[in-house]
């Protein structure tokens, strides 16, 4: 492999990876932010990605809406589908047994439903290509080849990014999930309603599942198994700490980039590694993760 | 004066441990109350049942006539009743800033909530130095400041105050205790939760004592401080 070579393979790998990072990082983030507010890993996610990206094949194709609508439908859908699922299954089990683990396991149930719900419906027996939110268009930047779609998954990523990050930080909502992620009970004693946040914030995750679903379903077939694609999310959320929102997003450009540079210098049959190899890299250096920040010991 | 605030026959759990068995008691509007006992006797499940943080099993919680055994938490600091709790209950990656702001969170009269913050600023001026700080990086006693101060942005009708002086050395106690007493001559009505009786029951004018989660004793605070088994038991001489 000559200099030139490697040099040509390290800028496509960056450009890939950044487009598919991003991807990834919104993943990411939809699973951070529930986790941080209500310490419940969610395993439906991948599952409300996978049932977001059939509601927008279902309008568009099966329903011939235009595009302009069905994206803003896709999103709510998703949103009201995640709030509600907070309000009226996991609040009713928290009541009745308040520990993690039985949230956990009723988010396992939610991705079971999900699932045989589209293979119910038929949608997923044939593995289906959602039609692209833009032509796409082979693009040169350096030497890196990316397409048109390629520029606006990463651009529409980094948008919705930026928008949650200030709402994070700006807003009084936003500031009300980082005081119900830091000390609940001091949240309560300050008056804020942990149900509406709890539902608020599953709402954003379920918005945000939309989007990414949005976004990749172009470049994937989508099959009732899609949601697949959220254990590389898990990924992301694991290198950056796991409770820390910008470590999600640095999380998910790492790993989309690591995912290119491997399967084109080493093998593409790799690729699939490569996300945990670099989890155990960062778990064996950091253990707590690139942005975990300390240890902390729990009382038991 | 009349009751701000009345619990009658209030019991509360956990699981299976009988936490609150009947418990009772009235502050009147304007007064400082303190509820002593021991390690485990049920202080802080009482001020967590009227902040409804802890389920009523049985009896009743009124404040301002109103029926609070019900209500909704956020419901409870808008209505007035504002705990401020035990230890170190802030938020930690917040600014102090932050913290005062958060403790604002129901209220919508932006006016008055800047004219609040200055005025939590004048009680405690050692915040004032350290808004932008961190709020986990305070001191012991700047949190317990801290705590208050946030609890006052809510506009307290009546402060819960859990053990305010935990860990504090004896110089801040009297620091936190000055305070208490100013806010109460401003107007707040205080129930207080200690387990050192001797500062509770001199800056109480009545008190009550739990024991197992029952009601053990009451009375007019200087009479309990010169009871022989509260002495012996509670002041340690």
Do not use: C
Request: charged fraction near 15%; glycine fraction near 10%.
């Amino acid at each position: 492999m000559t200099l030139d070579v490697v040099f040509l393979f390290l800028q496509q790998g960056v450009a890939s990876g950044l487009v598919i990072g991003s991807v990834y990082a919104l993943l990411a983030l939809a699973i951070v932010v529930i986790f941080k507010t209500s310490d419940v890993p969610n395993f439906s996610q991948g599952e409300m990605v996978m049932a977001a990206g059939y509601i927008a094949l279902y309008l568009l194709v099966f329903r011939s809406m235009p595009l302009w609508i069905v994206m803003p439908a896709t999103i709510l859908a998703a949103y009201a589908g995640a709030a509600l699922f907070r309000r009226l299954v996991l609040n009713q089990v928290a009541r009745a047994n308040g520990s993690p683990v039985n949230l956990v396991i009723a988010t396992l149930g939610l991705s079971y439903v999900l699932r045989g719900f589209v293979r119910q419906t038929g949608f997923g027996d044939t593995p289906r290509s959602f039609p692209p939110v833009v032509e796409p268009q082979s693009i040169m930047i350096g030497q890196a080849a990316v397409t048109t779609l390629d520029l606006v998954i990463l651009a529409t990523a980094v948008v919705v990014m930026a928008a949650f990050f200030w709402m994070f930080k700006y807003t009084k909502i936003g500031r009300a999930m980082r005081a119900v992620g830091m000390n609940p009970k001091a949240a309560q004693l300050v008056g804020v309603d942990l149900t509406r946040i709890h539902m608020i914030v599953w709402g954003l995750s379920g918005g945000i599942s939309a989007i990414a679903a949005l976004l990749i379903s172009p470049k994937v077939l989508m099959t009732a198994d899609m949601g697949s694609i959220v254990t590389l999310g898990f990924a992301a959320a694991i290198v950056g700490g796991f409770t820390s929102l910008p470590g999600a997003v640095v999380g998910g450009f790492l790993i989309g980039i690591i995912e290119n540079l491997v399967g084109l210098f080493i093998s593409s049959r790799a690729i699939v590694l490569a996300p945990f190899v670099a989890i155990m890299l960062v778990l064996v250096i950091r253990p707590q993760g690139l942005f975990g920040g300390r240890v902390e010991i729990k009382k038991v | 004066m009349p009751d701000l605030l009345e619990l009658a026959g209030v019991s509360a759990s956990y699981g299976r441990i009988q936490a609150l068995s009947g418990v009772s008691l009235s502050v009147p509007e304007g007064s400082i109350v303190a509820l002593l006992g021991s390690n485990g006797a049920g202080k802080t499940t009482t001020l967590n049942t009227i902040s409804r943080l802890v389920p009523v099993q049985s009896g009743s919680i009124r404040f301002d006539g109103k029926a609070v055994e019900s209500m909704a938490s956020h419901k409870v600091v808008e209505g007035g009743v504002v705990q401020v709790p035990e230890g170190r209950e802030v938020f930690r990656d917040m600014s102090v800033r932050e913290n005062l702001e958060m403790g604002a969170y129901r209220r919508k009269d932006a006016a008055t909530v800047r004219a609040d913050f200055d005025r939590v600023l004048d009680y405690f001026p050692k915040l004032r130095d350290r808004l932008q700080q961190r709020a986990g990086t305070l001191s012991g006693g700047e949190q317990q400041m801290l705590l208050i101060g946030r609890a006052l942005m809510a506009r307290p009708r009546l402060l819960l105050l859990d053990e305010p002086s935990l860990g504090l050395s004896p110089v801040l106690v009297q620091q936190i205790f000055g305070i208490i007493d100013r806010l109460n001559k401003d107007g707040l009505t205080i129930l207080l939760v200690e387990q050192n009786a001797a500062v509770a029951l001199s800056t109480s004018s009545y008190a009550y004592i739990l024991e197992n989660g029952e009601m053990a004793l009451q009375g007019a605070s200087d009479q309990l401080r010169r009871d022989d088994s509260v002495r012996r038991t509670y002041l340690g001489h």
